[in-house]
């Protein structure tokens, strides 16, 4: 074979086969762009929603604040007394014997002690 | 005393008087070439972690000539030529960067291991953003690789010694090693050794071949800002290396164990592999080119190529690499062109793929003419393509050439 038909074949070859191998790199970046592109579209979707709950979230906790407030207005003017009394009067409770119940009388022998 | 006494005491200044005046004469040259490389690698001009092992390893082995018989010297680094596996063993034994050169230089693990610290200091974004462009400038980055071929046939080489030399155009050092291994044993070393030793001359020979090509003007330009950055995750790198790593092993298995050691590197780098990539990056790739260069040094014995097909395969050398930076600049060109002369040309002589040195002299070059212009990212692209095209021409020219020419 001529040297020059084999130097083209061979140059024409390369020229092809480059290229082919730049689309690969481009198919690879491409697919490797999209899987990423899906990624951050699922977790643009997921900060949405974080968004929205984060907000419903922040009214939530309004409302508490609300709430703990009235309650606080309530129990204070609820508890609040003009006079409470000192005195503490003790009544006494007496306990009369009765030897029907008592267990002094149950036992047949005092147990021993060791 | 006698002067056989002070010829078997002094060796080396004895065999300057008493071999072939050729290889004498040679000798003294090459020792003053390793000098030279020393010397230019401490002023920068040449690439200094490959040229000052290499230099110092070419002046000792010129020196270290010893006496080894009647008619015969050699000396005690190692012997590349060396074949039959028991007399391999005794200089194993004996030469002491032998183990080096036959269990990694002459299979290639070197080179592998280079690649690996490449891979790790590689950023594949660069790639992945712009891969026809990249690709495109790197087939342009080729033209010393293939018009090369017709010129060594026409210098009296056969077709697969043409084939192997006119891989130096590639400036892909691994490559160029592979190839000249499968298509022609005979001057591996020798096209090898020229490989090398150019491939460290490209870092101070292509800014000039750049001023001459490229007009100041055009030098200056600065590329356009992308409309849309994208940052391209570790992830998606890390996917990237292992899918195309493992198509491109599929579709050049010649070339495999290159493409492996490349992206390995960029796996771990991309995987957060801390201390694997400082291993790499540190160690291993420091100690690989120190011996690469050391050994290629000690390559330069001026028995070995002072062979009367180096000067041919020289020459070869030298046009191969600068076909191939006409090719990219030309590249650069059509791209600046079609692009409106948005484009700034310099970045075409990073398709040869001497990665990653042809970029950063494209950027040195810009940055002399604008300091403001950033090319890098384009030119590193532009750099790994490099070594891809280079890999599937390996792979080509070792396929075809044999089927072509029974």
């Known amino acids: ?114 | 005393m006698d002067f056989q006494i002070l010829q078997e005491i002094f060796p080396g200044i004895s065999t300057l008087f008493t071999s072939d005046l050729t290889i004498s004469i040679g000798r003294i040259c090459l020792m003053l070439l390793g000098l030279l490389l020393v010397y230019l690698g401490k002023k920068g001009v040449l690439e200094p972690l490959l040229m000052i092992p290499m230099g110092i390893g070419m002046a000792a082995v010129n020196a270290g000539v010893l006496i080894m018989g009647p008619g015969k010297t050699g000396n005690l680094f190692l012997d590349p030529m060396v074949s039959d596996p028991k007399q391999l063993i005794d200089i194993l034994q004996i030469d002491f960067l032998q183990p080096i050169y036959t269990l990694t230089f002459s299979n290639g693990l070197i080179a592998c291991f280079v690649f690996m610290g490449i891979g790790v200091l590689l950023d594949v974004g660069f790639l992945l953003a712009r891969p026809f462009l990249s690709m495109f400038l790197a087939v342009c980055a080729e033209l010393g690789t293939f018009l090369t071929v017709p010129v060594a046939m026409a210098m009296g080489l056969d077709v697969k010694d043409a084939a192997s030399v006119a891989m130096i155009g590639g400036a892909d050092g691994p490559m160029v090693l592979f190839t000249a291994l499968k298509l022609s044993p005979k001057l591996f070393v020798a096209i090898t050794v020229v490989a090398y030793l150019y491939l460290g001359l490209t870092y101070g020979g292509y800014p000039y071949l750049i001023k001459l090509l490229v007009p100041k003007k055009l030098r200056a330009i600065k590329m356009p800002p992308k409309k849309k950055i994208r940052q391209i995750s570790a992830s998606e790198k890390l996917y990237f290396a292992v899918i195309a790593c493992t198509i491109l092993c599929l579709l050049f298995p010649v070339a495999a164990p290159l493409f492996l050691s490349l992206f390995v590197g960029v796996a771990v780098r991309e995987a957060g592999l801390k201390h694997i990539v400082d291993f790499i990056a540190g160690p291993l790739l420091y100690g690989s080119t120190f011996l690469l260069g050391l050994l290629l040094g000690v390559l330069c014995d001026a028995s070995l190529i002072l062979d009367p097909q180096i000067l041919t395969l020289l020459v070869l050398g030298i046009v191969a690499l600068i076909l191939s930076a006409v090719g990219g600049l030309m590249g650069g060109y059509i791209m600046y062109f079609i692009t409106g002369g948005k484009f700034n040309p310099v970045i075409g002589i990073a398709g040869v793929s001497c990665v990653p040195t042809t970029a950063k002299v494209a950027q040195k070059s810009v940055h002399e003419a604008n300091p403001q212009s950033i090319i890098l990212p384009e030119a590193i692209g532009t750099n790994i393509s490099g070594v891809i095209t280079s890999a599937i021409i390996a792979g080509l020219y070792i396929t075809l050439i044999p089927i072509f020419f029974k």
Do not use: C
Request: proline share 3%.
């Open chain 1, 1 to 114: 074979m001529n040297i020059f038909t084999a130097i083209g074949i061979i140059f024409l070859s390369t020229f092809v086969i480059s290229f082919l191998v730049a689309g690969l790199i481009r198919l690879i970046s491409l697919a490797i762009n999209f899987t990423r592109i899906q990624k951050e579209k699922s977790q643009d979707v997921h900060e949405d929603l974080a968004v929205v709950q984060s907000e419903a979230s922040g009214q939530e906790s309004d409302l508490e604040i609300v709430a703990a407030i009235g309650l606080a207005i309530h129990q204070y003017l609820e508890e609040m007394h003009d006079y409470e009394r000192t005195v503490m009067t003790i009544q006494k409770v007496v306990k009369p014997y009765s030897p029907w119940s008592s267990k002094i009388y149950g036992l047949r022998q005092n147990p021993k002690g060791r």
